[in-house]
């Protein structure tokens, strides 16, 4: 008997990864979640879209829209690529490649570049053409961090617990 082959690739393991990251954001609109990996295929770090520690997810809106940013999410929510990068405990992420859910704004783009990830692997280009989008991409470009939609390949993992 040979071995199984019907067995994820390292994408599909990476991506599946960041993906349950999401699912632990309490956002009402948007999940996003982030794994950073190592060239030699080691998870370094995760992250999904929510409020600083400390900050009780009760007590801060939630709202896209308001007259003023303190009463929408952006002005707290921290961006899951942002949290995967600062959750990392180890020595560098120089030369790591990061999946992530949804592509990365300008202000993601900039601490990507900044931590030394290489590579980003996204699943959602929601955003493609805004002005964000295109500084990130041209961030992106200018500091030779590679870019790439992530190939779904169809197949169902259901993860039961």
């Not at 071995?3 to 999940?31: C, H």
Request: proline share 4%; charged share 25%; with cysteine.
């Amino acid at each position: 008997m040979g071995k199984r082959e019907d067995y994820i690739g390292w994408d599909e393991y990476f991506m599946g990864v960041a993906q349950l990251s999401g699912f632990r954001s309490k956002d009402p609109n948007t999940q996003v979640g982030c794994c950073i990996v190592s060239p030699d295929n080691k998870i370094l770090s995760m992250g999904y879209n929510g409020l600083p520690k400390g900050c009780s997810d009760d007590d801060f809106p939630w709202n896209r829209e308001g007259e003023i940013l303190d009463e929408t999410k952006y002005a707290y929510v921290t961006h899951a690529e942002l949290n995967s990068i600062l959750n990392f405990r180890g020595g560098t992420l120089e030369g790591a490649s990061l999946y992530v859910s949804l592509f990365p704004c300008n202000e993601c783009a900039k601490a990507i570049i900044q931590s030394g990830i290489k590579r980003v692997v996204f699943d959602s280009d929601k955003y493609e053409g805004t002005p964000g989008n295109r500084a990130a991409k041209r961030m992106f470009d200018a500091a030779g961090v590679e870019y790439v939609p992530y190939s779904r390949t169809g197949r169902e993992i259901k993860i039961m617990i």
